[in-house]
């Protein structure tokens, strides 16, 4: 059996409590109501969004309301402008005797304060001031001359007197000055800080230590080490050198061809080969072919000409003697 209740309270239609109030979005708010700030606020996004191109082409309106909502911003905007300007007018607007006389006569409704001027004061119109011949510049000093004869100077005879004995004569110092001008600056001893440790010290000359540049050791990557200075010669000087080196460097070169030479026979009479005493004799004509190897055309051209004169030369040698034989 289903057990049914029945009671005599009324069916709840509503849910109780407040209902939520829906958001409210740019589109429906009211912007005079918004300030400055957030109306600037508003026209910066809705910019960056209009310059979005791509994102507008796909909104179904193609961003009619973002334009029409960046129309009304902009609307808000000049009549904020326009409520503060005319505050402003509207606070210099005074209704009293003097100002109604400023107003009739000037034209204008700025309140001028009575401006006292003294003897002692000095202009402060640029134009006068520039108009006037007592303008002064920075290196010109102004002397002013007193009428009264009766006046006494401020520096006397006898203090200038005194400033040349001071300024030409020994200074004499007291005991006690004169320690204190000989203390030099003494270093300040570590102080105890509660913050820091005891080994604060050590730890900053270690530091220290370690900032300093490190020694470079020679290798055959890195240039020589210069241990000493450089010295001033004169330039016979600096030629005895030049020629003393090309003389040392040509007899180290003539020493080690002479030791590849003696290493070159060893290995030959090793190998069991025969090197004649005599010279081969080569004729002229292989050795100029052997100069002509990879000269310049014009070069070649002179070289077959010497050729050239020299067998002719030898042709006339050899007529002669055989005309003398016969």
């Known amino acids: 059996m289903d057990s049914t209740v029945i009671t005599n309270h009324p069916l709840l239609k509503k849910v109780p409590g407040e209902p939520k109030k829906e958001k409210e979005y740019a589109l429906n708010k009211d912007l005079t109501?918004?300030?400055?700030?957030?109306?600037?606020?508003?026209?910066?996004?809705?910019?960056?969004?209009?310059?979005?191109?791509?994102?507008?082409?796909?909104l179904p309106d193609k961003g009619e309301k973002i334009k029409n909502l960046y129309d009304r911003i902009v609307e808000a905007l000049e009549y904020r402008t326009d409520i503060e300007n005319a505050s402003k007018l509207l606070s210099k607007l005074n209704i009293g005797s003097n100002n109604l006389n400023n107003l009739e006569w000037e034209g204008s409704i700025q309140i001028k304060k009575p401006q006292t001027l003294d003897s002692d004061d000095e202009e402060q119109n640029p134009l006068e001031i520039l108009a006037s011949s007592n303008s002064t510049f920075k290196n010109q000093k102004i002397v002013k001359k007193s009428n009264d004869p009766?006046?006494?100077?401020?520096?006397?005879?006898?203090?200038?007197?005194?400033?040349?004995?001071?300024i030409n004569g020994e200074l004499h110092l007291n005991p006690v000055d004169e320690k204190i001008c000989e203390r030099e600056k003494l270093e300040?001893?570590?102080?105890?800080?509660?913050?820091?440790?005891?080994?604060?010290?050590?730890?900053?000359e270690e530091d220290d230590k370690k900032k300093e540049p490190k020694k470079r050791e020679v290798t055959a990557a890195t240039p020589p080490v210069i241990l000493k200075g450089t010295v001033p010669l004169t330039l016979k000087?600096?030629?005895?050198?030049?020629?003393?080196?090309?003389?040392?460097?040509?007899?180290?070169?003539?020493?080690?061809?002479?030791?590849r030479l003696e290493a070159?026979?060893?290995?030959?009479?090793a190998a069991g080969l025969?090197?004649?005493?005599?010279?081969?004799?080569?004729?002229?004509?292989?050795?100029?072919?052997?100069?002509?190897?990879?000269?310049?055309?014009p070069i070649i051209d002179e070289c077959d000409l010497v050729e050239d004169e020299d067998e002719d030369k030898s042709d006339d040698s050899l007529t002669d003697e055989e005309n003398e034989e016969y």
Do not use: C, G, W
């Open 33 to 58: 109501k918004l300030s400055r700030r957030e109306l600037l606020d508003l026209k910066s996004r809705q910019t960056k969004l209009l310059e979005n191109r791509h994102f507008i082409n796909r």
């Open 237 to 259: 000087e600096s030629l005895d050198i030049e020629l003393h080196h090309q003389t040392v460097m040509k007899q180290l070169l003539e020493k080690q061809a002479v030791e």
């Open 274 to 297: 025969e090197i004649s005493s005599s010279p081969e004799i080569v004729p002229r004509s292989k050795v100029l072919s052997m100069k002509k190897y990879r000269l310049p055309d």
């Open 150 to 166: 009766n006046e006494k100077p401020l520096i006397t005879e006898e203090d200038l007197k005194e400033a040349n004995e001071i």
């Open 264 to 269: 070159k026979m060893k290995e030959l009479k």
């Open 188 to 204: 300040l001893e570590y102080r105890f800080l509660p913050y820091k440790s005891t080994e604060f010290k050590k730890k900053k």
